[in-house]
C-alpha cells in the first residue's frame, strides 16, 4: 500500500461547484496532517492543518478519521482561482518530516 | 519578511559542472529541507537539517551535499552534475510540523 494514496483526477468542475478530495494513509503513527496545494511549477502552499477530527477555513472543511487512516478536503462554491494540485499529507510518525504524494488535479471551468 | 527566498531561480549546467543552490528564511525556524521534484513524482526530500549544526539524509542523498551555515541558511550543492539531477528544488523551513517552502530552482543538467 502506498504511503499516502489520492485520486489523481483531474476533478473538472463548474465554478460554484462543490468538490469533495480523499486521501488515505497507511502509516498509523501519523499525528500531524495538512492540505498543500500546488499550482502549476510553484512551490506547494499550506491550504491547512487538520488537528483533531477536522477543521474549517473559509470555503473549505477538511476531515480526519483516524480509526479508518482518512482524510478529505471539501470545496464549496469553487472558483476559478482555486485550479490546482491538492496535496494531501500526512507526517511520518513522530518526527518532521511529511509523505508527499502526487496529489488530486482540480480545473474549475468558467 | 520574505519567508522562504531560494537563489538561483534558473540554472543550466553541463555535466560535472558543481553549483550550490541557496536558501534563506527569516521566520526564525529551527528544521530546514530541501526537496526535488520531478514530473510524475511527489516531492522526495534530499536532505533535512533538524537544527543549526546538524544535518541529515533524506530519500534521495546521493550526489548532494549540504550545509547549515547557520539558523537562516541552508545550502545544496552539486560536486558533480549529472543529466539525472535535472529537476526543480524546494527549500523549506518549518516550526513544529508545517513547512514553507521557497519559490524553486529550476535546474537543467545537459
Known amino acids: 500500500r502506498k504511503e499516502v494514496e489520492q485520486d489523481p483526477g483531474p476533478f473538472n468542475v463548474p465554478e460554484g461547484a462543490t468538490v469533495a478530495f480523499n486521501c488515505t494513509y497507511s502509516?498509523?503513527?501519523?499525528?500531524?496532517f495538512f492540505w498543500y496545494r500546488q499550482d502549476c511549477r510553484k512551490e506547494p502552499k499550506l491550504l491547512m492543518s487538520v488537528y483533531s477530527s477536522g477543521n474549517e477555513d473559509g470555503r473549505f472543511t477538511a476531515q480526519l478519521n483516524r480509526a479508518s487512516q482518512y482524510i478529505s478536503l471539501l470545496i464549496r462554491d469553487s472558483k476559478l482561482s482555486d485550479s490546482a494540485t491538492y496535496l494531501c499529507?500526512?507526517?511520518?510518525?513522530?518526527?518532521?518530516?511529511?509523505?508527499w504524494g502526487l496529489g488530486t488535479s482540480l480545473a474549475v471551468n468558467p | 519578511n520574505a519567508g522562504v527566498t531560494q537563489t538561483p531561480k534558473f540554472q543550466v549546467l553541463k555535466t560535472g559542472q558543481s553549483m550550490t543552490l541557496q536558501c534563506a528564511q527569516d521566520m526564525n525556524h529551527n528544521s530546514m529541507y530541501w526537496y526535488r521534484q520531478d514530473p510524475g513524482m511527489g516531492l522526495r526530500l534530499i536532505y533535512y537539517?533538524?537544527?543549526?549544526?546538524?544535518?541529515d539524509k533524506g530519500e534521495v542523498p546521493n550526489g548532494y551535499n549540504v550545509s547549515r551555515l547557520n539558523k537562516r541558511e541552508f545550502s545544496l550543492r552539486l560536486e558533480s552534475a549529472a543529466p539525472s539531477q535535472t529537476s526543480v528544488y524546494f527549500c523549506?523551513?518549518?516550526?513544529?510540523?508545517?513547512?514553507?517552502f521557497g519559490p524553486g530552482t529550476r535546474l537543467l543538467v545537459l
Open positions: 502509516n498509523s503513527a501519523s499525528q500531524s
Open positions: 537539517s533538524a537544527s543549526e549544526g546538524t544535518t
Open positions: 499529507v500526512p507526517n511520518a510518525g513522530n518526527n518532521r518530516k511529511l509523505i
Open positions: 523549506a523551513s518549518s516550526e513544529a510540523r508545517t513547512q514553507y
